[in-house]
């Protein structure tokens, strides 16, 4: 990239190109709130498509990888099945939405798919399925004790609530 913190190799061959990509403290163009400090990948380029057999990221204090394929042959396609590993809630739910207050460790697997007429349409359209577990969690400003304990009709406000594990999919 411009800035000089992405790079790769891709070296030809039958179908395409067989490629590595690598970046250090990169952040996703058009997508800044998403900073790598560590990026690996490897792959292949080739007919309309690019597929990421692995990579491999560290962000938002822990590790995030899996596979991807990007296609162009009918407008834009995206499928990743991705796996998260000790990322930091604390990190990033301010980075994703700045009312969402938690903090603790998230683990996961997900698949992620959408198409659209763009790649920059793909987000909107996205689909997510997966399971995750959160660990020695924080939901901040809510303070679910003291709503079971008040007998006052209303909303009760601030606090915290302590968990140690939640899982959902």
């Known amino acids: 990239d411009a800035a000089g913190k992405l790079g790769g190799?891709?070296?030809?061959?039958?179908?395409g190109f067989v490629g590595r990509l690598k970046a250090d403290e990169w952040k996703v163009p058009d997508h800044d709130?998403?900073?790598l400090t560590t990026f690996e990948a490897e792959g292949m380029l080739g007919?309309?498509?690019?597929?990421?057999d692995r990579f491999d990221a560290r962000s938002f204090d822990g590790v995030i990888s899996g596979t991807a394929v990007l296609g162009w042959a009918r407008g834009a396609e995206f499928s990743a099945?991705?796996?998260?590993?000790?990322?930091g809630l604390g990190s990033l739910l301010p980075a994703v939405r700045k009312d969402l207050l938690a903090r603790g460790d998230l683990n996961g697997t997900f698949a992620i798919s959408g198409n659209a007429d763009s790649f920059a349409g793909i987000g909107g359209v996205a689909s997510v399925q997966g399971k995750f577990e959160i660990t020695r969690g924080v939901l901040a400003n809510f303070d679910f004790?003291?709503?079971i304990r008040s007998l006052t009709p209303g909303a009760t406000r601030g606090g915290q609530t302590r968990f140690d594990r939640a899982t959902g999919t």
Do not use: H
């Not at 190799?9 to 179908?15: A, S, Y």
């Not at 099945?81 to 990322?87: D, I, M, S, T």
């Open 9 to 15: 190799q891709l070296t030809p061959n039958d179908n």
């Open 33 to 35: 709130w998403v900073r």
């Open 47 to 52: 007919g309309a498509q690019m597929r990421l």
């Open 81 to 87: 099945e991705v796996e998260l590993k000790g990322v």
């Open 145 to 147: 004790a003291e709503a």
